[in-house]
């Protein structure tokens, strides 16, 4: 892995360090990393900002690639703090700079125009919290699943991990409940010793959940404010509390 996505436990490498590596040969690695996780609430909501269903992916794709190219990216100030309200402004002002594009060709027909991967992507003023309820819920959807893939990467490795995962892992997620008598039965362990793990589960993937939000805000001290937000949003929107806060 490139330097700059090295990471620890103790302080994950946040999306701001992987905006630094814009204007270094790790920039594809960032792109490929932030555009996979965030498509999806981008996409989503290029079309509640009136975007045709046919060019959503096309608009998705053109942020990601100007905001590392055209040095936006650069100039991005890691104290404006959650990393989503600043893509949510850069997505706002690249389709404000799309259409006044699309104006100026067909008003201008072949006359020269400046280059969309020229223009200033620096996120606009702050949205109201009404505009933004189902967009922070789809992000919270999108940072769950980057936390699960992740979870479930990590406990692929080893025989005990992968079994634990295979019988356990519903309980874990908080998605289902298993009788401990029969996990024990099918791992050949103690009820006890099931109990154990699907606590141990259950707080690593919440460590991991910590972990994906804390690459979206600026310090630290913010994580804790942020979860409870997508944990409200996401009661909100789904109807249930459902973004789980480690303990």
């Not at 189902?134 to 992740?150: Q, V």
């Not at 804790?224 to 303990?247: N, S």
Request: aromatic share 6%; charged share 30%.
């Amino acid at each position: 892995m490139p330097s700059v996505l090295k990471e620890s436990a103790d302080f994950p490498a946040t999306h701001w360090t992987l905006i630094a590596a814009a204007a270094g040969p790790e920039r594809d690695s960032a792109l490929s990393r932030l555009y996979r996780t965030y498509w999806t609430p981008i996409c989503a909501q290029a079309r509640r900002f009136g975007v045709l269903p046919d060019d959503v992916e096309d608009v998705a794709q053109e942020l990601f690639v100007h905001l590392f190219r055209s040095g936006a990216v650069g100039r991005a100030e890691r104290s404006r703090g959650r990393f989503r309200s600043y893509l949510l402004g850069a997505l706002r002002n690249h389709l404000s700079h799309r259409r006044a594009h699309d104006r100026a060709l067909k008003r201008g027909g072949g006359q020269e125009t400046v280059p969309l991967a020229a223009t200033d992507l620096a996120p606009s003023p702050a949205f109201a919290p009404e505009e933004t309820l189902e967009f922070d819920a789809e992000w919270a959807h999108a940072l769950l699943g980057e936390a699960l893939r992740r979870f479930q990467h990590e406990e692929q490795h080893g025989a005990e991990s992968r079994a634990s995962l295979e019988v356990l892992g519903g309980s874990a997620l908080g998605d289902e409940e298993l009788p401990s008598e029969d996990a024990a039965r099918r791992l050949g362990i103690t009820v006890p010793a099931v109990k154990s793990r699907i606590f141990r589960l259950r707080q690593r993937f919440h460590e991991v959940v910590r972990e994906e939000v804390r690459r979206t805000v600026s310090h630290e001290a913010d994580c804790d404010e942020e979860l409870r937000h997508l944990c409200a949003v996401l009661g909100k929107v789904d109807g249930m509390p459902a973004f789980p806060i480690p303990e």
